[in-house]
């Protein structure tokens, strides 16, 4: 790759964007495709500035979470309601063949904090996995709400597959939809995040709900992960400067803008050719990257493509609107070595391994497991041919999918929760994992890494 300009303008206090350009292919005398990309980051914030949140946790206490799973979830909660400050507000809900409210949504003062904490050991497993009574009356929990905290999150955590209830996935999908939507014009958007625990839970179902609510999905392979898998979301959650976020690519007119290389929602603009991408929120020291490709006269110089950033920002309350011109010089062809080409070429990768994992579960999820395993393949050359600064820890995650896919009956036992996992965590570029086999993932912020080591320095993993 060839970068060819780089340009950086500030966004509010909290966040930057930045656009750089590289030239792949040009025919003589002809157009010119170009790649570029643009980047936002999200500047550190200290803790004592961070926005307060609502936040809902909605646990399963069927027959199945007896045990160390139960025991385990108890004191991750009771970790979560020790980092809650005053201005948070905090409610538990339990569910097995019903559901039922643990403790309202409340002010975490002191002695509201000790009130909680009292009440976790009097939570009992149950029968059956109604999941849509718990996500139900939780966010009942929240549409109830006369103000509103700026930050709002769902918490779901379970280890079993709906058995009473809404068990079909579309179902639990359009009841929580439904939800949303009845919800006041004031409150905030709202997150959700999906714990699985074991392997005998839905992780296309909790995947679904996560994704379409801004949220994660958490793959918690061994008991002992789930206070540190709560310390990596709760930590996020407890860095949100940014919400709302959409960025807005016009073409140059002359210059073609392909369709972003994003999983991100987005929806194009008819009378320009441009796009629009929904990014959600976006969390202290995140960043996120938006390839795509270009399409420009020969000799071209000058503006490509103007970009507009919107964005709600939690921390003072204000929406703000950043407009920043993507320009590129005439590529020079002896640049082949620029500092910034190996990020480019990272983000482009990312992107295509993440669809090839998920195109592939889809594959699995029909029974075509051969075609899975050589989409996966396939896309291990391709990364293996093009060295890029995140290429090991890409062909890590597609070589731990393919393993999980090797046998046809292991797709239901580990394929699913892993391809799940790695096909979010790299689309989203947020990470979504207690403990992964490589010892760290490059989406863990540095908040993120100071709860999760409070959490193991609490003793609550003993």
Not at 75 to 86: N, S
Not at 123 to 148: D, F, K, Q, W
Not at 181 to 201: C, K, N, R, T
Not at 355 to 383: C, K, M, Y
């Amino acid at each position: 790759l060839i970068i060819a300009s780089w340009v950086i303008s500030s966004f509010m206090s909290m966040l930057s964007i930045a656009s750089h350009f590289g030239s792949l292919a040009t025919t003589c005398g002809g157009p010119q495709s170009l790649w570029g990309m643009v980047s936002l980051r999200a500047q550190e914030h200290e803790e004592r500035e961070r926005a307060p949140i609502d936040l809902v946790v909605a646990l399963d206490v069927s027959a199945s979470m007896e045990g160390a799973k139960i025991a385990l979830a108890k004191k991750a909660l009771g970790f979560v309601v020790a980092h809650l400050r005053e201005r948070d507000r905090f409610a538990a809900v339990s569910f097995d063949s019903s559901s039922a409210t643990l403790f309202p949504l409340t002010q975490m003062t002191a002695t509201a904090k000790e009130k909680c904490l009292q009440s976790l050991p009097r939570v009992c497993t149950g029968e059956y996995t109604n999941i849509s009574a718990g996500l139900l009356r939780a966010l009942s929990i929240l549409h109830a709400r006369a103000e509103c905290n700026p930050v709002s999150c769902l918490v779901l955590l379970t280890d079993g597959m709906a058995n009473v209830g809404l068990r079909a996935t579309a179902d639990v999908l359009r009841a929580v939809r439904g939800m949303r939507a009845s919800m006041p014009p004031h409150h905030p958007p709202l997150s959700l995040y999906a714990f699985g625990f074991g392997a005998e839970h839905n992780a296309v179902a909790l995947r679904a709900l996560s994704d379409e609510n801004n949220g994660m999905y958490f793959f918690v392979a061994s008991d002992d992960d789930i206070p540190e898998a709560f310390a990596d979301c709760i930590g996020g959650l407890l860095s949100v400067v940014a919400q709302n976020i959409e960025l807005e690519l016009r073409p140059a007119p002359g210059v073609q803008l392909l369709r972003p290389q994003s999983m991100r929602p987005m929806r194009e603009l008819p009378d320009n050719g441009g796009w629009v991408i929904e990014l959600g929120d976006i969390q202290s020291q995140e960043e996120r990257d938006i390839p795509f490709q270009v399409v420009a006269p020969a000799g071209f110089a000058g503006p490509l493509v103007a970009c507009r950033l919107t964005s709600f920002d939690v921390i003072t309350n204000a929406t703000a609107t950043i407009t920043h011109t993507a320009a590129v010089a005439v590529p020079d062809i002896n640049q082949k070595n620029h500092p910034n080409s190996d990020r480019l070429a990272a983000q482009i990768s990312r992107v295509q391994c993440a669809r090839a994992i998920h195109e592939a579960q889809q594959h699995s999820e029909g029974g075509r497991f051969e075609d899975a395993r050589a989409l996966l393949r396939g896309q291990i050359d391709t990364l293996q041919a093009r060295a890029c600064e995140n290429q090991r820890e890409l062909l890590d995650d597609l070589e731990r999918c393919l393993q999980a896919i090797q046998v046809d009956t292991s797709y239901q036992r580990m394929g699913s929760y892993v391809m799940s996992s790695c096909a979010q965590t790299h689309s989203t570029q947020r990470s979504n994992t207690a403990s992964h086999p490589r010892g760290y993932s490059s989406y863990v912020t540095p908040g993120k890494s100071r709860l999760r080591a409070s959490t193991r320095a609490s003793g609550t993993t003993e």
